[in-house]
């Protein structure tokens, strides 16, 4: 049963100066994961940024139906990228009392060099 569906998206542009950021500065929204990730190829650095800042919206509009607010997430990928293999989302669960063996995050991203989009669906799974 689907309990959260949210969706964002955000211009590249507003990300286009980020690659220049402090780690400090970026670590206030970024994991260190994400930061490496993003900045790996400086060409692509906005859009990667803004399509993690996209996720991490489009979440909490999935959770808001749940009342909940959220301190810590993380968008990432297998430590070896493989193409075609899609990004999950890290959340500390403990902090909204969720318990996560009854729900599974479903998380697509995409983007272009002027807009990045995210959704995310929440699903609690049927325990029988």
């Known amino acids: 049963m689907i309990i959260g569906v949210g969706i964002d998206a955000v211009a590249v542009e507003r990300f286009a100066a980020w690659q220049n950021k402090s780690i400090q500065q970026l670590r206030r929204i970024f994991s260190d994961q994400e930061i490496v990730y993003c900045l790996s190829v400086a060409g692509k ?3 990667r940024f803004a399509a993690r800042f996209a996720a991490r919206e489009a ?6 139906s749940l009342n909940s607010s959220l301190s810590l997430l993380q968008v990432s990928r297998a ?4 193409q ?5 989302m890290q959340v500390d669960w403990q902090k909204l009392r969720i318990d996560t063996q009854k729900l599974n995050i479903h998380l697509s991203l995409s983007h272009t060099k002027t ?7 929440l699903e609690l799974i049927a325990v029988v």
């Not at 979440?59 to 808001?64: E, F, Q, T, V, Y």
């Not at 075609?84 to 999950?88: M, S």
């Not at 807009?115 to 669906?121: E, K, L, P, T």
């Open 79 to 82: 430590s070896r990228v493989v």
């Open 115 to 121: 807009d990045a989009y995210a959704v995310v669906i």
């Open 59 to 64: 979440l909490l509009k999935a959770l808001s």
């Open 45 to 47: 650095s906005a859009e």
């Open 84 to 88: 075609g293999r899609p990004p999950v």
